[in-house]
């Protein structure tokens, strides 16, 4: 399937992220440092022709919150649109990581969202992603979050969107996805 180009954004980072907290569907508020991230992707999205694209965000606040700083002066509208949301970590929410079963293997932090009690789970956030992306008719800056983010990056280019770094995606960068490569803008 073909996808139209994207630059997706994960937002800044937040006092529960610094906390090492689980957020899900919770928010909490971007830090000082957080607010940086977010301006050094307007920084990067700044240098850019951004003609046609269409721009979206998750509608959780510290989502929205990096939006309003890293398009501002770019987008004249962002659109909320509820499928570009963090996964739903259930039972698990607002708990510190360090209280939580570690599971061993490569990555015990994404393990966890999907071993959260009552959590949404990665197919659940995968039928929501190509769903959105099904809806996509151009271009599009998407502001959304670390899980999602990486979801949607694996459903257009594939296992490469996971090479090289976190698979939660860095705060203050932004991935571009073209022709089915992904591009790291730092």
Same mark, same amino acid.
């Given at each position: 399937?073909?996808?139209?180009?994207?630059? %997706?954004?994960?937002?800044?980072?937040?006092?529960?992220?610094?906390?090492?907290?689980?957020q899900?569907?919770?928010?909490?508020?971007?830090?000082?440092?957080?607010?940086?991230?977010?301006?050094?992707?307007?920084?990067?999205l700044?240098?850019?022709?951004?003609?046609? /694209?269409?721009?979206?965000?998750?509608?959780?606040?510290?989502?929205? $919150?990096?939006?309003?700083?890293?398009? =501002?002066? %770019?987008?004249?509208? %962002?659109?909320? @649109?509820?499928?570009?949301?963090?996964?739903?970590?259930?039972?698990?929410?607002?708990?510190?990581?360090?209280?939580?079963?570690?599971?061993?293997g490569? @990555?015990?932090?994404?393990? $966890?969202? $999907?071993?959260?009690?009552?959590?949404?789970?990665?197919a659940?956030?995968? =039928?929501?992603?190509?769903? /959105?992306?099904? @809806?996509?008719?151009?271009?599009?800056?998407?502001?959304?979050?670390?899980?999602?983010?990486? %979801?949607?990056?694996?459903?257009?280019?594939?296992?490469? =969107?996971?090479?090289?770094?976190?698979? $939660?995606?860095?705060?203050?960068?932004?991935?571009?996805?073209? @022709?089915?490569?992904? /591009?790291?803008?730092?």
């Amino acid at each position: 399937m073909s996808f139209p180009e994207l630059y %997706i954004l994960r937002h800044g980072e937040t006092e529960w992220n610094a906390e090492n907290r689980m957020q899900g569907e919770l928010n909490s508020r971007l830090t000082t440092k957080g607010e940086a991230d977010a301006a050094r992707q307007g920084v990067i999205l700044g240098g850019l022709d951004l003609t046609g /694209f269409t721009f979206l965000s998750s509608p959780q606040g510290r989502a929205f $919150q990096t939006a309003g700083i890293a398009l =501002a002066g %770019i987008a004249d509208h %962002i659109r909320t @649109d509820d499928r570009l949301r963090e996964i739903g970590v259930g039972d698990w929410s607002g708990r510190l990581r360090a209280e939580l079963p570690m599971p061993e293997g490569r @990555d015990p932090v994404m393990a $966890q969202y $999907q071993m959260a009690p009552n959590g949404e789970g990665f197919a659940g956030v995968k =039928a929501r992603a190509e769903a /959105f992306l099904t @809806d996509l008719t151009g271009p599009s800056v998407l502001v959304t979050h670390g899980v999602t983010s990486a %979801i949607l990056r694996a459903l257009v280019v594939g296992e490469k =969107a996971y090479a090289g770094q976190s698979v $939660q995606g860095g705060q203050g960068c932004v991935y571009h996805l073209k @022709d089915g490569e992904q /591009f790291l803008l730092e």
